[in-house]
C-alpha cells in the first residue's frame, strides 16, 4: 500500500466516528466504561451478569421480579437441538474453537422459532432472539470443547446462571459460590465494549438487512483474531513462561529490551489504566489466596510495577482474566469463547440499536491503481 497520506483519510479509522450509540461509553481520562450510564466496576462488583445482559438488551436495571422473569426466560431456552451438537462434530479435528462457534451460531440460526422473521427490524423479535442467542451461549461453547476433546456435551442444568451452567458444563460438576462469582464478574466485564472491532463488524452486517445470527457470527470471526480477543489466550501463555516470581522481574525487563509486546497490557483507548483491570485484578487474587495459590498474582504484581516504571503501562482486563481463569482450572483455548459468551449480549444491544434506526454503512475509499488500461484479448496477452 502506498505511504502517500490523505486528507480525510485515518488508517484503521482510528479517530473515525462510526456511528453515534446509547450502549456504552467510555472515558478514556478517567479509565471509566460505562454501560447505559452505568460504571462497570458497580455492574461487575455489586450486580450479576444477567442485571447486565438485561440492562444492554432492554436498556434499563430490572426490578426483582424483572431479572426473575429474565432468569427463568434463559433457563427455559439454554438447551441446544441436538442437529447443533453434530454440527459441531462435523469440524474437522483441529478446527479453531472460535469456528466451532461460528458453525453452532450458524446452524442455530434455522433453529429459531423467529427464524421466518418478515421484517428484521422488529426490535420486539431482535430481543426475544438475542435473548435465545444469549440463553444458548454456554451450551454451545462447552458443547465445541468437549466435542473437540472426545467427550459428550453435558446438558444445561436448570436453576443455574449463566457463569454456573458454563462452569457445570465444563467440568461436569457445580463449583463453589466464589468460583461462581469470579467467572460472572468476568463475563460483565467482557459484555460490551463500544465501536470495537467485532461490533462494529457485527453492525455492519445487520445493517444489510441481513439477520441477528449473521451478525453474531461475523462478530465471532471477527473476535478470533489475536490483535483482538486471543490476547488473554496469549498473556497467560507469556505467565507460564514467566513460571515464578523469581523469574518475572528478569523475564519482563529482558522482554521489554528486546522489544517484546507484553500480552495483556495497554489499551488503544485507555492510556492511564483500563478500569476493567480493577475490580477484576481484586477477585483474581483473591481466588488466588483462596485456592492457596499466589503465585500468578505474584507475578503480575512484578509485571505491573516494571511496565509501570519502564513504560507506563497499564496491564488491560486480559491480563487478570487469564490468571483468574487459569486458577478457576479452565482450559486455555476456552479464553476467547468466553469472551463470546459474554459478548453477545454487546453485538445483539448493538445489532437491535442499529436496526431500530438502519442506515447501510458502507464507506466510501481512494482507489491507487491503474486507470484506463486497453482490453487485450486473452490469446494475446
Ligand atoms: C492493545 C494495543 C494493540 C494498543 O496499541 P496502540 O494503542 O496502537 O499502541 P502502540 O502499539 O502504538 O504502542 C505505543 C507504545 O507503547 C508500547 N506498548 C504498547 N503496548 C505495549 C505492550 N503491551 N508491551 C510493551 N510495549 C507496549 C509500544 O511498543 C509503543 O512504544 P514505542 O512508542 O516505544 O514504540 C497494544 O497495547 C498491545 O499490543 N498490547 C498487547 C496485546 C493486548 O493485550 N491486547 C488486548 C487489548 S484489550
Same mark, same amino acid.
Given at each position: 500500500?502506498?505511504a502517500?497520506?490523505?486528507?480525510n483519510?485515518?488508517?484503521?479509522?482510528?479517530?473515525?466516528?462510526?456511528?453515534?450509540?446509547?450502549?456504552?461509553k467510555?472515558?478514556?481520562e478517567?479509565?471509566?466504561?460505562?454501560?447505559?450510564?452505568y460504571?462497570?466496576?458497580?455492574?461487575?462488583?455489586?450486580?450479576s451478569?444477567?442485571?447486565?445482559?438485561?440492562? *444492554?438488551?432492554?436498556?434499563?436495571?430490572? =426490578?426483582?421480579?424483572?431479572?426473575d422473569? @429474565? /432468569? +427463568?426466560?434463559?433457563? &427455559?431456552? #439454554?438447551a441446544?437441538?441436538?442437529?447443533?451438537?453434530?454440527?459441531?462434530?462435523?469440524?474437522?479435528?483441529?478446527?479453531?474453537?472460535?469456528?466451532?462457534?461460528?458453525a453452532?451460531?450458524s446452524?442455530?440460526?434455522?433453529?429459531?422459532?423467529?427464524?421466518?422473521?418478515?421484517d428484521?427490524?422488529?426490535?420486539?423479535?431482535?430481543?426475544?432472539k438475542?435473548i435465545?442467542?444469549l440463553?444458548?451461549?454456554?451450551a454451545?461453547?462447552?458443547?465445541?470443547?468437549?466435542v473437540?476433546?472426545?467427550?459428550?456435551?453435558?446438558?444445561?442444568?436448570?436453576g443455574?446462571r449463566?457463569?454456573?451452567?458454563?462452569?457445570?458444563?465444563?467440568?461436569?460438576e457445580?463449583?463453589d459460590?466464589?468460583?461462581? *462469582?469470579?467467572?460472572?464478574?468476568?463475563? =460483565?466485564?467482557?459484555?460490551?465494549?463500544? @465501536? /470495537? +472491532?467485532?461490533?462494529? &463488524?457485527c #453492525?455492519?452486517?445487520?445493517?444489510?438487512?441481513?439477520?441477528?445470527?449473521?451478525?453474531?457470527v461475523?462478530g465471532?470471526?471477527?473476535?478470533?483474531?489475536p490483535?483482538?480477543?486471543?490476547?488473554?489466550?496469549?498473556?497467560?501463555?507469556?505467565?507460564?513462561?514467566?513460571g515464578?516470581?523469581e523469574?518475572?522481574?528478569?523475564w519482563?525487563?529482558?522482554?521489554?529490551?528486546?522489544k517484546?509486546?507484553?500480552?495483556?497490557?495497554?489499551?488503544?483507548?485507555?492510556?492511564?489504566?483500563?478500569?476493567?483491570?480493577?475490580?477484576l485484578?481484586?477477585?483474581?487474587?483473591?481466588?488466588?489466596?483462596?485456592?492457596?495459590?499466589?503465585?500468578?498474582g505474584?507475578?503480575?504484581?512484578?509485571?505491573?510495577?516494571?511496565?509501570?516504571?519502564?513504560?507506563?503501562?497499564?496491564?488491560?482486563?486480559?491480563?487478570?482474566? +487469564?490468571?483468574?481463569?487459569?486458577?478457576?482450572?479452565?482450559?486455555?483455548?476456552?479464553?476467547?469463547?468466553?469472551?463470546?459468551?459474554?459478548?453477545?449480549?454487546?453485538?445483539s444491544?448493538?445489532?437491535?440499536?442499529?436496526?431500530?434506526?438502519?442506515?447501510?454503512?458502507?464507506?466510501?475509499?481512494?482507489?491507487?491503481?491503474?486507470?484506463?488500461?486497453a482490453?487485450?484479448?486473452?490469446?494475446?496477452?
Amino acid at each position: 500500500m502506498s505511504a502517500t497520506t490523505y486528507e480525510n483519510y485515518s488508517p484503521g479509522l482510528q479517530g473515525v466516528i462510526g456511528g453515534i450509540t446509547s450502549v456504552s461509553k467510555i472515558t478514556v481520562e478517567e479509565s471509566r466504561l460505562e454501560y447505559r450510564g452505568y460504571n462497570v466496576h458497580d455492574l461487575a462488583s455489586k450486580g450479576s451478569f444477567e442485571e447486565t445482559a438485561y440492562l *444492554l438488551l432492554k436498556g434499563k436495571l430490572p =426490578t426483582q421480579a424483572e431479572l426473575d422473569e @429474565f /432468569n +427463568a426466560t434463559l433457563d &427455559a431456552e #439454554r438447551a441446544i437441538p441436538s442437529q447443533v451438537v453434530d454440527a459441531l462434530r462435523a469440524c474437522a479435528p483441529g478446527t479453531h474453537p472460535m469456528d466451532m462457534l461460528k458453525a453452532a451460531y450458524s446452524v442455530l440460526a434455522g433453529y429459531d422459532p423467529e427464524y421466518d422473521q418478515e421484517d428484521p427490524t422488529d426490535h420486539e423479535v431482535n430481543v426475544r432472539k438475542a435473548i435465545r442467542i444469549l440463553a444458548k451461549a454456554p451450551a454451545i461453547v462447552t458443547a465445541a470443547y468437549r466435542v473437540a476433546n472426545g467427550k459428550d456435551p453435558i446438558a444445561p442444568k436448570s436453576g443455574l446462571r449463566t457463569a454456573a451452567n458454563f462452569l457445570y458444563m465444563l467440568h461436569g460438576e457445580e463449583q463453589d459460590e466464589y468460583t461462581e *462469582l469470579v467467572m460472572d464478574a468476568s463475563l =460483565t466485564l467482557y459484555a460490551e465494549h463500544t @465501536f /470495537n +472491532a467485532s461490533t462494529f &463488524a457485527c #453492525r455492519v452486517t445487520v445493517a444489510t438487512l441481513s439477520d441477528i445470527y449473521s451478525g453474531i457470527v461475523t462478530g465471532i470471526g471477527t473476535l478470533k483474531g489475536p490483535l483482538h480477543g486471543g490476547a488473554n489466550e496469549e498473556a497467560m501463555a507469556m505467565l507460564l513462561e514467566v513460571g515464578s516470581p523469581e523469574n518475572a522481574e528478569a523475564w519482563i525487563r529482558d522482554a521489554l529490551a528486546t522489544k517484546k509486546k507484553i500480552m495483556g497490557f495497554g489499551h488503544r483507548e485507555y492510556k492511564v489504566g483500563d478500569g476493567r483491570a480493577i475490580y477484576l485484578t481484586e477477585v483474581a487474587k483473591e481466588i488466588g489466596r483462596r485456592k492457596g495459590n499466589t503465585k500468578w498474582g505474584d507475578i503480575a504484581d512484578i509485571m505491573e510495577k516494571v511496565m509501570r516504571e519502564e513504560k507506563n503501562i497499564y496491564p488491560n482486563v486480559d491480563f487478570p482474566a +487469564a490468571y483468574a481463569y487459569y486458577l478457576l482450572g479452565i482450559p486455555i483455548e476456552l479464553y476467547t469463547p468466553i469472551f463470546v459468551m459474554a459478548r453477545v449480549s454487546g453485538w445483539s444491544a448493538h445489532a437491535i440499536e442499529q436496526l431500530d434506526n438502519n442506515r447501510l454503512i458502507r464507506p466510501s475509499c481512494i482507489y491507487e491503481g491503474d486507470l484506463d488500461k486497453a482490453y487485450v484479448e486473452i490469446q494475446n496477452r
